[in-house]
């Protein structure tokens, strides 16, 4: 995946809403990438599931306990966190994708060589790729290290389709 900048890969999924070429021209021009890293970068930053029958959709979730240390760090911002108890099990949906090759990038960046193999969804913190993440626009890599400081626990799940 290219190194894209959130505001990057915001202006490339607008843009690729109305115009796939114009998108992959933004790409190329700020990135000076190949005419295929370009066209790869947008599969990814923009899935077209119309391209695939059934096509697989993935996240990975973190699971810990709540501190409001964090609850900037969370899904809904700290005001929804008011009130909950110390140590409470939370989740945070760290990314979430749809498509064959969106699903592939996203195991890659966790670390995860197969991801049809169950066994490998628990996921190594520290095989998480948290600046890939941000640079796609899923997720801060401080909220990353964050939750992994935390103990926070990492998995990856592939949803039925």
């Not at 197969?114 to 401080?142: F, K, S, Y």
């Amino acid at each position: 995946m290219l190194p894209l900048s959130p505001k990057l890969s915001s202006e490339v999924r607008s843009l690729a809403a109305t115009s796939t070429v114009e998108a992959v021209l933004l790409l190329r021009t700020a990135t000076g990438c190949s005419l295929r890293e370009a066209v790869d970068a947008l599969r990814i930053l923009v899935p077209n599931p119309s391209l695939e029958d059934n096509p697989p959709c993935a996240e990975v979730f973190a699971f810990g306990p709540f501190s409001t240390a964090l609850s900037e760090r969370m899904d809904y911002g700290a005001s929804h966190f008011e009130g909950l108890a110390p140590d409470t099990p939370v989740s945070v949906c760290i990314a979430e994708v749809n498509g064959t090759a969106s699903v592939a990038w996203l195991a890659e960046t966790v670390g995860i060589a197969d991801p049809d193999d169950m066994n490998q969804w628990h996921v190594r913190p520290e095989a998480i790729d948290a600046l890939a993440l941000e640079q796609a626009g899923h997720c801060a890599a401080t909220q990353v290290d964050a939750l992994r400081s935390a103990g926070f626990s990492f998995h990856f799940v592939i949803a039925p389709s």
